[in-house]
């Protein structure tokens, strides 16, 4: 197995997670985010997730909110990672056929007005 990459994320000096899978296809983030919409509303956003490529699952160890002032470190770890507090399940084909048939069937609905017959 190929060396896993992570990352130590602390926020306003306490320590969130030691992000990273031990597998050879993986993929970690740590995402910030600010949000204004048109209609006055926004957040700021600190995300910690990834996807586990060799289970075929979204994994997380922290999301939450923040506010201005925070302070965030990110140090680069190569090991000794903590488990995710979260991971999702992986989908069957037939669940997978399912959410497209929904979406199939409300695109249609919705572009009736522009369907040839």
């Known amino acids: 197995m190929k060396k896993s990459y992570g990352f130590e994320v602390s926020l306003n000096g306490e320590k969130l997670a030691r992000a990273g899978i031990p597998r050879d296809n993986y993929a970690v983030s740590c995402i910030i985010d600010a949000v204004h919409r048109k209609d006055g509303s926004g957040s700021l956003h600190l995300h910690i997730g990834g996807l586990d490529s060799d289970a075929e699952q ?26 995710p507090t979260s991971t999702s399940k992986k989908f069957t084909e037939e669940e997978i056929r399912e959410q497209k048939m929904k979406h199939y069937l409300h695109l249609k609905e919705e572009l009736q007005d522009y369907l040839e017959d």
């Open 58 to 83: 979204n994994v997380r160890w922290f999301g939450e909110q923040i506010k201005v002032g925070d302070k965030i470190s990110i140090e680069v770890i190569d090991g000794q990672f903590d488990e």
